[in-house]
C-alpha cells in the first residue's frame, strides 16, 4: 500500500525536469528527443460539487499527508477517500491523516452522516458506497465482490457518489496501480462531475491518474502540491 513514498516537494517548488500540466512525459529509457503530446482536457463544469471524492493506492500516503495538509480544515462540502489498503492499517492511515493539521479523518462507519470538512475513509476489506438519506450523505459499507481485484475500491465508491449527488462530485485520482478508478470517473464525468489527477512525475506509479487522464476524462493534472490550492478554487466555485 505504498512501499516507496512519493517524492516530497516543498510549495511553490518546481524541479526542472517538471513538465508544464497538461502534458505526458518521453516513455521511460527514451532519449528525450521525443516532442510531448498534450493530454486532451475537459472544461470545468458550472456547477459545484458537493462532494469531494479521493482515490488512491501504490504511494497513495504520503500523497495523502500532503494533499490533507494543503486542504485545511474548512472545507465546506464532505470528503470521501478510498485507499487500497487492508484491515487494522486503514485505521492508523486516518490517525496519521489527522495528525498532519488536515480535515479530520476516521473510518466510515456504517450509515453514519457524511459531514463538510471532514475525511470519511473505506474501512480495509469494505467498499465505501455513498447514499443519499433525507436529505443528507451517508456512508454504506459493502462486501460485495471485490472490484478491479480490490476491496475497498475506488469504482464503487464514485459510481453511487455519482447517484447521490446528482454527479456533483469532484474526483481526485492520486498515485497508485492500475486502472482502478476509471469507470467510476466515466460516470461522475456523464452526470456533470469533474476530475484531477496527480501528474506523472510527483506520482509513485502512474497507473490510476494515468489511466483517468490518458481518457480524456480531467479537467486538470498537475503536481501533487499543486492539487489542493486548485481544489479548494474549485469547491470556491471560482474559475481554475
Known sequence: ??????PRIAPGHNPPERMPPGTTTPAAGGTGAMPLRPLPLRPLPLRRPLLLAIGSSTGGPQALFTLALGLGRDLAVPIVLTQHMPPAFTAILAEHITRVGGPPCAEARDGELLRPGAIHLAPGDRHLLIHHEAGAFRARLSLDAPENYCRPAVDPMLRTATRAADGRILVVMLTGMGHDGLDGTRSVIDGGGAALAQDEATSVVWGMPGAIAR????????PLDQLAPHIRQILRGGVA
Open 215 to 222: 481518457a480524456g476524462l480531467c479537467h486538470a493534472v498537475l
Open 1 to 6: 500500500w505504498g512501499a516507496a513514498p512519493a
